[in-house]
Nanobody
């Protein structure tokens, strides 16, 4: 079992920045960030493999950066140049022992 706790969400004006954190209860194989806006499907925002390679949704490339600590227990999402369309609940997803685990999410609201 893995518990994930996200933090760092909040209300920010367009053009501002936020840094999200996701802390896992143990070292995991990989950790990704997803988001879900009202009335929309959950979508992948940023992913980081076990080897450290990254992948981003086209809508956030150049603005968001995923990173993690060396112990592979915490993943971060630095979000810059935020837009109102980035408003969503952001979720952390982690893989451990061939199982996937989700956090409860943190709300990000970007005002115009």
């Amino acid at each position: 079992q893995v518990q994930l706790v996200e933090s760092g969400g909040g209300l920010v004006q367009a053009g501002g920045s936020l840094r999200l954190s996701c802390a896992a209860s143990r070292s995991v194989f990989s950790m990704d960030w997803y988001r879900q806006a009202p009335g929309k499907q959950r979508e992948l925002v940023a992913a980081m493999s076990s080897g450290g390679s990254t992948n981003y949704a086209d809508s956030v490339k150049g603005r968001f950066t995923i990173s993690r600590d060396n112990a592979k227990t915490t993943v971060y999402l630095q979000m810059n140049s935020l837009k109102p369309e980035d408003t969503a609940v952001y979720y952390c997803k982690a893989q451990y022992a061939l199982e996937w685990y989700w956090g409860q999410g943190t709300q990000v609201t970007v005002s115009p």
